[in-house]
Each structure stands twice: as C-alpha cells, then as structure tokens.
C-alpha cells in the first residue's frame, strides 16, 4: 500500500476546478482525488482520503496556509494528473502488533443497518441525523444537549466498531468529537446527504489482522467523500 500526501500547487490557486475545493465543494474534491487513479478507470476505488488545512500541517515560516491537504491510503499508487498538484508518496506498511496502544483521528460517517418490519431486508439510518431527529421529537429543543447527545452516539458507534474491527477504547472520555458538519452533494441527477464527524483519542489493538484491514479499507460511510481514513501514531 501507499500513502500520500497531496498539495495544491499555489500556481494554480485561480484555477476554476481547484477554487471549487477551496470553497469545500465535497463532489469536486472526490473528482480531484479520483482523478489521481484514473489511469485504471475500470477499477473500483481502493483509496481513502482525509482532508485536513496545511496551517495546522506544515511548519513552514511563510507563504499560504489554511488551503487545503490531503492524505491517502491506496492499493495503487497515485499518478499526479496535473501539475496543479504535488504528490508526496511513500510505502504503507504498519506494523500492527496485538496489545499496541495508539493514538488515532478518523472522519466518520456512522451508519447503522435496521430491519424493516414486517420484510427481510434492512434499511441505514446515519446515527447522527436520527439522533437529532429523535432528540426533536421528545421537545428537546436546546442545540448544546442536542449536539452532546449526537456526541455521544458517535462515540457509542464507534466503541462498537471496536468489535468488527479489532480495537478497543479503555476510556470512552477519553474521545473527543468535532468537526461536525453536515453535507448535501448533487451528482448528476441525485442528491447525498450524510453527516460527518471528527474522533480523537487512543486505543488498544485487540486483533491485528481486523485492525489492519481497517486502516486499508476504512470505518463507517461515505468514504468516497472523505470519511474513514484513520490517522495513527504509538500513544
């Protein structure tokens, strides 16, 4: 595997496609990270990105900052399509042993699957738009308790992810949550919709070979969007 990190050429900052990523356009971003695998355009997408700001990233003494930055994990290693991009690239291989101790970060996008009654098959309900929906319907009006209970689902969410994914999480305070947005894209002739949420905090590796198959493959929805790569480094 590869990872990546992938920054805007400030030659290129008036481009057209690239002032749509400025302005947080979720669809743009997706093509532009797309495009960095285009040269198999039959494959499906075996990546996942992260986007975060290069003043919080690089520690540089001057020129722009706050504009946008990537991080990728891919099967196939990215191919800089245009030179309104610099591709940094390096092997991926971590070294998961059980019983490691990590500090982690992860946008997720928490999705849970719920029979319908009365047929067999299920439908998904993002976790946190539910929780605020349910929190409306029993009078709860002020946005602080709202926001801490949507919290608090995502960090229950996440807790039971451990299982599926080979982790554990010793203190549930211990995870923090920002960063909560919530997206509409237009693709075509459809809508999405879908909550994001950022986690923070440390974990203990229970299952190495779960744990790694989710730092190759991602947690949760959405991660042609940008959700799901988790970020890690030894607690």
């Not at 099967?75 to 291989?93: A, G, M, S």
Request: charged fraction near 25%; aromatic fraction near 12%.
């Amino acid at each position: 595997m590869y990872f990546s990190r992938v920054r805007i050429n400030p030659e290129a900052y008036m481009d057209y496609k690239i002032l749509k990523v400025f302005q947080g356009n979720m669809y743009s971003i997706h093509q532009l990270i797309w495009q960095l695998f285009s040269n198999q355009p039959a494959a499906k997408r075996d990546f996942l990105f992260r986007q975060e700001y290069e003043y919080e990233q690089l520690e540089t003494p001057r020129g722009p900052k706050g504009i946008p930055i990537f991080y990728v994990v891919s099967e196939r290693q990215p191919l800089p399509f245009t030179d309104e991009l610099i591709v940094d690239v390096k092997d991926y291989n971590p070294k998961i042993i059980r019983g490691m101790e990590l500090d982690f970060k992860v946008r997720v996008n928490p999705v849970i699957a719920r029979l319908i009654s009365g047929k067999n098959h299920s439908s998904k309900h993002d976790v946190l738009m539910e929780t605020k929906r349910l929190a409306k319907q029993q009078g709860i009006t002020d946005k602080f308790i709202i926001q801490t209970m949507m919290n608090d689902a995502a960090i229950k969410w996440f807790i039971r992810k451990g299982e599926q994914f080979g982790y554990n999480i010793e203190n549930k305070n211990s995870i923090e949550v920002s960063s909560y947005l919530q997206h509409r894209i237009r693709k075509k002739n459809a809508k999405i919709q879908f909550s994001s949420v950022d986690l923070s905090g440390a974990l203990k590796v229970i299952e190495p070979t779960s744990f790694f198959e989710l730092l190759s493959n991602g947690i949760g929805h959405s991660r042609s969007f940008g959700c799901g790569m988790m970020m890690i480094k030894r607690h």
